[in-house]
T-cell receptor, first 111, second 118 residues
Framework: EDKVVQSPLSLVVHEGDTVTLNCSYE??????LLWYKQEKKAPTFLFML????IEKKSGRLSSILDKKELFSILNITATQTGDSAVYLC???????????FGTGTRLQVTL | GAVVSQHPSWVICKSGTSVKIECRSL??????MFWYRQFPKQSLMLMAT?????????EQGVEKDKFLINHASLTLSTLTVTSAHPEDSSFYIC??????????????FGNGTRLTVT
């Protein structure tokens, strides 16, 4: 059974801090790993990673994949209260390319 | 950008009734759509893969007779929760992949439907 595990489950930081969110996976047919941000409704897409060691960056967010060790990290620097959300890691697997989601990391950024 | 419209955004129904949720891709075609369920403070759990013109593929433990999926066109999939019970109360989210894009391209999500069964 495909499995995606995220840590920590929840995190509270002060505005301006840097955070690192972790995602490890065990799947039978890896295609890609994706990070999503979920506030109140639908997840919004952040990054898609397919190759090891290549950092993807968007503003204060960045992510990297290690296909040998089967994990990915999502970094957020200079956090802001607007970064408060649940961050979901998902792995695209199988012939139908379905997504298997991790448990999510609930991030709260306080003033 | 690609938009997925999900309707209704919230619904309250009585136990024993059926509820239909629609998922439409507005500016792209989607031969495959996915239905997820999310309980409070939990992650998204895939329920089924909806295939245009053919039967849906259900995940283990999901009752196909209870959660009826119809994908009659390239832009519309529907999920009907039949004989709903309070334990079916959840957040249901659909997603779709643009058929014109790579199979690895990110899914586009609807805004979800919050179902409450009383």
């Amino acid at each position: 059974e495909d499995k995606v595990v995220q840590s920590p489950l929840s995190l509270v930081v002060h505005e301006g801090d840097t955070v690192t969110l972790n995602c490890s996976y065990e799947v039978t047919n890896f295609r890609s790993l994706l990070w999503y941000k979920q506030e109140k409704k639908a997840p919004t897409f952040l990054f898609m990673l397919t190759s090891s060691g290549i950092e993807k960056k968007s503003g204060r967010l960045s992510s990297i994949l290690d296909k040998k060790e089967l994990f990915s990290i999502l970094n957020i620097t200079a956090t802001q209260t607007g970064d408060s959300a649940v961050y979901l890691c998902a792995v695209n697997t199988g012939t139908a390319s379905k997504l298997t989601f991790g448990t999510g990391t609930r991030l709260q950024v306080t003033l | 950008g690609a938009v997925v419209s999900q309707h209704p955004s919230w619904v309250i129904c009585k136990s024993g009734t059926s509820v239909k949720i629609e998922c439409r891709s507005l500016d792209f075609q989607a031969t495959t759509m996915f239905w997820y369920r999310q309980f409070p403070k939990q992650s998204l759990m895939l329920m089924a893969t909806s295939n245009e013109g053919s039967k849906a593929t259900y995940e283990q433990g999901v009752e196909k007779d209870k959660f009826l999926i119809n994908h009659a066109s390239l832009t519309l999939s529907t999920l009907t929760v039949t004989s709903a019970h309070p334990e079916d109360s959840s957040f249901y989210i659909c997603s779709a992949r643009d058929s014109g894009q790579s199979i690895n391209s990110p899914l586009h999500f609807g805004n979800g439907t919050r179902l409450t069964v009383t």
